[in-house]
């Protein structure tokens, strides 16, 4: 899952990111308000942690442009501004939780899975394809009933390929989703990681591959 963290200041931003990465997160980091936009219009992502102080505007009127541009996904807003009256008006404007700053990375790793969780609702908790089984809530990776570790990029990547099991994904797709968009294509990035991928996820030697290259195209999970 992709989360974008809209946060200024730079120690803070880092933390936040830090933090998320260990869960296995894919995680972007946007210190402004253009930079959120810019990164919002590039790529989908699954929740946004917001600073409201920013330096080129209020996260309170980004929220409400967001909000009546039709993004629904979890935003927590991370602020300085703890009076009641600022929780309320950022609630009102779509926010889906508020915690104010200081604050505990523990707390807002659990909040942050809460509204995921939350948002997921009837949404499959669980990807299951071929021998693989990836639970969504835990984060818990497993093939042919074996635990496999993965790191957040691996994670990301296998999580696409499952929810889009026999379709082609393009290059610049997998850039896009699980790579921020400075990716440069030019590099062998992506077929290294599924070239990992295809480490971890073989059932031995003359097993039917399941990950299939398509020349010029991208790669398909089949």
Known sequence: MKILIVEDERKVAQFVERALSEQSYTTRVAGSCAAARDALAESPYDAVVLDLGLPDGDGLELLRAWRAGGFNEPVLILSARDAVADRIRGLNLGADDYLPKPFSIDELVA???????????????????????????????????????????????????????????????????????????????IDVYVRKLRQKFTAGEGAEALFRTVRGTGYQLL
């Open 111 to 189: 909040r942050l899975r809460s509204l995921l969780r939350r948002q997921a609702g009837v949404k499959a908790t669980v990807l299951e394809h071929r021998g693989i089984r990836v639970d969504l809530l835990s984060r818990g990776v497993t093939f042919n009933g074996a635990a496999v570790e993965l790191t957040s990029r691996e994670y990301a990547l296998l999580e696409l390929f499952l929810q889009n099991a026999g379709r082609v994904l393009t290059r610049t797709l997998i850039a896009e989703r699980v790579w921020e968009a400075s990716y440069d294509m030019e590099t062998n990035l």
